[in-house]
């Protein structure tokens, strides 16, 4: 079963360096729909390993000068707070019990859900914005917004370790259409690792993460994401990001049913 763990790992990474986002997406539903993984521990596990591969993509960033500090904190005086909010919930309410794991897989289903739709309109939207000025937030009213913001992601990322990736990226886009792709994807790498590191230390403190598996995903996703970062100069990004909508939004659906 390890080999299978490896593999699935490097498929993940291979799709998420050819793509940019995926990896709670894909990683999640994958360990419970096709290992049958519990969700509670699929969500801790998964936590556990963004943390880690974040903290990587987030030295790279930095040496680069694409992180926006400023944002990363407003988005983790939301964030930080609402993760340790969602796992006394969870720890209250009981995350191994059966009928908080169909929440958890519910929640899990209507995030990658909004996944699809952060991957398929974020062009759209961004026009929208940009087509008026005046639609863009300013002040306190920006400020307000990304704390929000982040408390909104902080609760999905905990509950389900989906939306720090393609969804965050797309709010930082709506709320700050001047920064660059770089510096979105940068800054939403940042904010992610202490809002991953908490929310999976919460679920160790839960008793939900796998640290086996944790290591084998471990193991494929690093040359998977080496690889498919060569490789997505080759592959059309509307063809890449179309794939990965059409096979999230047939996750959600298998997720629900």
């Given at each position: 079963m390890s080999i299978q763990y490896i593999l699935s790992?490097?498929?993940?990474?291979?799709?998420?360096?050819?793509?940019?986002?995926?990896?709670?997406?894909?990683?999640?539903?994958?360990?419970?729909l096709l290992f049958g993984v519990t969700p509670s521990v699929a969500v801790g596990t998964d936590l556990a390993f963004a943390s880690i591969t974040k903290t990587a993509g987030t030295v790279t960033h930095r040496s680069r000068g694409t992180?926006?500090?400023?944002?990363?904190?407003?988005?983790c005086l939301g964030a930080l707070p609402a993760a340790l909010v969602a796992t006394l919930a969870l720890q209250y309410l009981g995350p191994l019990n059966a009928s908080i794991g169909k929440v958890i897989r519910y929640s899990i289903a209507v995030s990658v859900l909004l996944?699809?739709?952060?991957i398929l309109f974020r062009g759209k939207m961004l026009a929208w914005v940009n087509a008026k000025p005046s639609r863009q937030l300013q002040g306190r009213g920006l400020v307000a917004a990304t704390v929000v913001s982040g408390a909104v992601l902080g609760t999905l990322v905990t509950i389900s370790s989906i939306g720090a990736g393609a969804i965050g990226a797309?709010?930082?886009?709506?709320?700050y259409p001047r920064l660059t792709p770089a510096e979105v994807a940068g800054t939403d790498?940042?904010?992610?690792?202490?809002?991953?590191?908490?929310a999976a230390f919460g679920h160790w403190w839960l008793g939900s993460i796998n640290w086996a598996l944790l290591s084998a995903l471990l193991i494929g996703s690093l040359p998977g994401i080496t690889i498919g970062s060569w490789a997505a100069r080759a592959?059309?990004?509307?063809?890449?990001?179309?794939?990965?909508?059409?096979?999230?939004?047939?996750?959600?659906?298998?997720?629900?049913?």
């Amino acid at each position: 079963m390890s080999i299978q763990y490896i593999l699935s790992g490097f498929a993940v990474g291979l799709l998420v360096g050819m793509t940019g986002v995926g990896g709670g997406s894909l990683m999640t539903p994958l360990l419970t729909l096709l290992f049958g993984v519990t969700p509670s521990v699929a969500v801790g596990t998964d936590l556990a390993f963004a943390s880690i591969t974040k903290t990587a993509g987030t030295v790279t960033h930095r040496s680069r000068g694409t992180v926006h500090w400023d944002i990363v904190g407003r988005l983790c005086l939301g964030a930080l707070p609402a993760a340790l909010v969602a796992t006394l919930a969870l720890q209250y309410l009981g995350p191994l019990n059966a009928s908080i794991g169909k929440v958890i897989r519910y929640s899990i289903a209507v995030s990658v859900l909004l996944t699809v739709v952060a991957i398929l309109f974020r062009g759209k939207m961004l026009a929208w914005v940009n087509a008026k000025p005046s639609r863009q937030l300013q002040g306190r009213g920006l400020v307000a917004a990304t704390v929000v913001s982040g408390a909104v992601l902080g609760t999905l990322v905990t509950i389900s370790s989906i939306g720090a990736g393609a969804i965050g990226a797309t709010l930082l886009v709506m709320l700050y259409p001047r920064l660059t792709p770089a510096e979105v994807a940068g800054t939403d790498i940042a904010y992610a690792v202490p809002l991953t590191a908490i929310a999976a230390f919460g679920h160790w403190w839960l008793g939900s993460i796998n640290w086996a598996l944790l290591s084998a995903l471990l193991i494929g996703s690093l040359p998977g994401i080496t690889i498919g970062s060569w490789a997505a100069r080759a592959v059309p990004e509307k063809v890449l990001r179309g794939l990965l909508a059409m096979t999230l939004a047939g996750v959600a659906v298998k997720l629900l049913h």
